[in-house]
Structures are given as structure tokens and as C-alpha cells.
């Protein structure tokens, strides 16, 4: 079979041919790129206001508790009001907290506290917007064009995160952090105007018939029974609550690098940020080709990515830097695309929502926990010890779930027949 560009293209963009989903997708394309602002000013504001890589870390955590403490609930507001609505609601809500902190930043009035309370506000709306944004697109496009759309959102957080950093870097080398947040409040207009401009009519409802008959509490620990007793979600949340905890915190780690590690400034650290961006871009594409989930690729991807974050925090130059982060980032996008692929192939539909709900509490859930080990290790020891414990963990990690995958095959000889040998089984 003969693949034209155009074909390639259609298929890759498909979802796009929906009309609500279009105009979701172009204003989250803004929106995303405005959080992306507004996350690497508000890192590069608390150190210029403490000094500390420790207040960073406590930053982090602030701005993850919510999640920490509230995630799993967060999906039964989502479930019992329109999303339409919810997400005017969150939407409006980010962007007027982003502004009041611009201006008080451009005011030249910004306190400590006052950044700690818009991270933690900030973190308190995501618990309902994060779940919320995600059960919409289904409503958007329909069952028959979810996985295409899921992976375009992927990658609109992935261009994001190369533009945002970067463009941040620049404005708070050249303007200040004011603007960044200020951009951001605006950017959630985006959203907003795309809300209303969709047609109501086009919206694919979900039959709620037969839900919410156990409570919410019961049903979330129906979600986690069924992670335990599954080995191959099993091993995929142990490995994404150790990785998670010590591996991904570069909120500290980045602009640790850029001010200690290479003694430079605010465009260091967007370039930073944005060759991690490049290469989690890439990752996503060679993974989106590949299409394959397997726990072979798992242990792969978790490996290159703490090999090359333990190498990038010893080097002394910019460029090297940037280019050992690029693998960095490829290896962590593959390691987490492998990781949400295997939970959801391994989880029934009927419990697919609730198990995803945990694996996202994990995976953000950690940070909090995290963030602060690392910037205490930062203050410490410096940034190459928290690269390097980073690393450690992650290259640990990965050794461990080799063993234990290899053992748990020796053991069985074969799959079980319910679930299909996971090289055949498709990532999207």
C-alpha cells in the first residue's frame, strides 16, 4: 500500500474534520503555550525573589497538593455536570487568577505568599479541569475519532512546552515575568471563545444510565482493586510513583541547571526547557509510528531518559546541555506513552476512567512529595546532584521492572490468555 503525504496527513489530522474539536483544539493550542509562560515565569520569579532552590521545590509542591489530595474526586464533578459549563467556569477562573498575578508583579508589589496562593489556586481549579478537559473530547469528536484526537491533545502540550519556555525565557530576559502572566490570562480567551462558538447540537452526549449507583469512594476503590491484582498495571504505577517522585521534577532541575550548573540566565533556562520540549515532541512522533505498546519499550524509554538526565546535569556547556536534554526528553515522552498505553490495554472499559484517574494521581500526585527532595538536594549539593540522583532513580527503576518482568515470564511462560502479548497491541 502506497502512502501519499496528503493521506498521511488526513489520517494523522483527522479529528480535525469535526468542527467543535477544531475549534478546542486551536484554543487549547493557545492556551497551553500561555500555561507554558506563565510556568517558567513564575519558576524564575520565586528565585529571584528567595534565592532558594528549596522555596522553588516548596513552589512545586504547592501547586501539586490539590492534585495530590483531591484528584480522584475531582472525576465525580466531572461526571455529574456538563463539561461545556465546567470548563467556562475553570477556564475564566485561570485566567483571572494569572492576571491578578501579573499585576502585581508589574506593580512591583508581589510578595512571596501571594505567588504561593496563586500556584496553590491554580492547582485547586486543575483538579476539575484536567479530568474535565479529557472527558470532553470524547463528547467532541465520538468514539470513532477519540484516539486520533487524544494523541493531537499530546501533541499540543508538546509543541507548547517547546514555544512556551522558550518565548518566556526571552520576554523575562528582555520585559520581565509581568508579561508572561499577563499573556497567559489573556490566552484563556482562547478557550472561552472557542466554548462558545461550538454547536451544542454536534455534541456526542454520553449515556449515563447505570452510573453512580456506588458511591464515590466505592467506586474508586473498585478502580484500585483492580490495579493491584493486574500485574502489568501493577508494574506501571509502581515504576511511575518511584520515577514520578524523583525523576520528573524539572521545575527544580531546569532552572537549577541554567543558574548554578551553567552560571547564566532567564534565556538559558527558556532554551533549556525548550530542547526538553524538542525532544519530548519526537518522542511522541516515533512513538505515534511505532504504534506498538510493549513493556520491552517501557524499560527502554524509562533507561534512556535516566541515563541522559544523569549525563546532561554533569556537563558545563550550554549546547551540550541542550542536546543531551533532547534524549532526555524523547525517553521520558516515550516512557510515559508506554505507561498510559499499558494501563489502558490491560484495563476493561467499564473501569478504564477510574484506573486513569489513579495513574494520573501517581503521576502528578508525586510531584508535591518530590519537588521538595529535590530542591532541598539543589541547595545541598548543587544541581548536579539532583540530575544525578534524578537519574539514578529512574536507570534504578527501570533495572527493577526488567527483573521483575523477566521473572514474572519465566514464571508464567506465556501470556495470560485474557490479555493479548502487548507487541501486538496498539498504543493509540
Avoid at 154 to 159: E, K, L, M, R
Avoid at 209 to 233: L, N
Avoid at 333 to 338: E, L, P, Q, R, T
Avoid at 386 to 407: E, I, Q
Wanted: hydrophobic share 55%; charged share 10%; aromatic share 10%.
Amino acid at each position: 500500500m502506497r502512502y501519499t503525504a496528503r493521506a498521511v496527513t488526513g489520517r494523522t489530522f483527522q479529528s480535525l474534520s469535526t468542527r467543535n474539536y477544531r475549534l478546542f483544539f486551536s484554543g487549547q493550542l493557545v492556551s497551553v503555550t500561555g500555561s507554558w509562560l506563565q510556568t517558567t515565569a513564575q519558576a524564575w520569579l520565586i528565585l529571584e525573589l528567595t534565592h532558594s532552590a528549596f522555596m522553588l521545590g516548596l513552589l512545586v509542591m504547592v501547586q501539586f497538593l490539590p492534585n495530590m489530595l483531591l484528584q480522584p474526586f475531582g472525576g465525580v464533578i466531572t461526571d455529574r455536570f456538563p463539561k461545556r459549563s465546567l470548563l467556562y467556569l475553570t477556564q475564566g477562573s485561570f485566567a483571572v487568577v494569572a492576571g491578578v498575578l501579573g499585576i502585581t508583579v508589574a506593580l512591583g508589589i508581589v510578595q512571596v505568599w501571594e505567588v504561593f496562593l496563586v500556584v496553590s489556586l491554580f492547582g485547586l481549579i486543575n483538579v476539575v479541569d484536567g479530568p474535565t478537559r479529557q472527558a470532553f473530547v470524547p463528547e467532541m469528536v465520538g468514539r470513532d475519532q477519540l484516539a486520533n484526537a487524544v494523541a493531537l491533545n499530546s501533541t499540543v502540550f508538546n509543541a507548547a512546552r517547546v514555544v512556551g519556555p522558550a518565548a518566556a525565557g526571552i520576554l523575562i530576559a528582555t520585559v520581565g515575568t509581568a508579561l508572561c502572566f499577563d499573556l497567559n490570562a489573556i490566552s484563556y480567551i482562547a478557550v472561552l471563545a472557542a466554548l462558545y462558538l461550538m454547536h451544542p447540537e454536534e455534541l456526542h452526549f454520553l449515556d449515563r444510565a447505570g452510573q453512580q449507583v456506588a458511591g464515590a469512594v466505592a467506586q474508586i476503590k473498585e478502580g484500585a482493586r483492580h490495579a493491584a491484582r493486574t500485574p502489568e498495571v501493577a508494574l506501571v504505577m509502581v515504576m511511575m510513583l518511584v520515577v514520578g517522585t524523583f525523576s520528573y521534577n524539572f521545575s527544580v532541575m531546569i532552572p537549577a541547571l541554567a543558574k548554578e550548573g551553567l552560571h547564566s540566565g532567564a534565556t538559558t533556562f527558556g532554551l533549556l526547557s525548550a530542547s526538553l520540549g524538542v525532544g519530548a515532541l519526537g518522542g511522541a512522533l516515533a512513538v505515534a509510528y511505532w504504534g506498538r505498546a510493549t513493556v520491552t519499550v517501557l524499560l527502554a524509554g524509562c533507561a534512556v531518559f535516566g541515563a541522559f538526565l544523569l549525563l546532561a546535569g554533569q556537563v558545563a556547556a550550554l549546547i551540550p546541555a541542550m542536546a543531551l536534554l533532547m534524549v532526555t526528553g524523547a525517553g521520558m515522552i516515550v516512557y510515559s506513552s508506554m505507561s498510559n498505553s499499558i494501563i489502558q490495554l490491560f484495563t476493561p472499559a467499564a473501569l478504564r476512567g477510574r484506573v486513569m484517574s489513579l495513574y494520573l494521581w501517581v503521576f502528578m500526585g508525586t510531584t508535591p512529595i518530590g519537588s521538595p527532595i529535590a530542591g532541598l538536594i539543589e541547595q545541598s549539593f548543587g544541581s548536579r546532584a539532583t540530575m544525578t540522583f534524578g537519574g539514578m532513580a529512574a536507570l534504578a527503576t527501570a533495572a527493577g521492572g526488567l527483573v521483575w518482568w523477566a521473572r514474572r515470564k519465566r514464571r508464567s511462560g506465556s501470556y495470560p490468555a485474557s490479555s493479548p502479548p502487548l507487541a501486538e497491541a496498539p498504543t493509540a
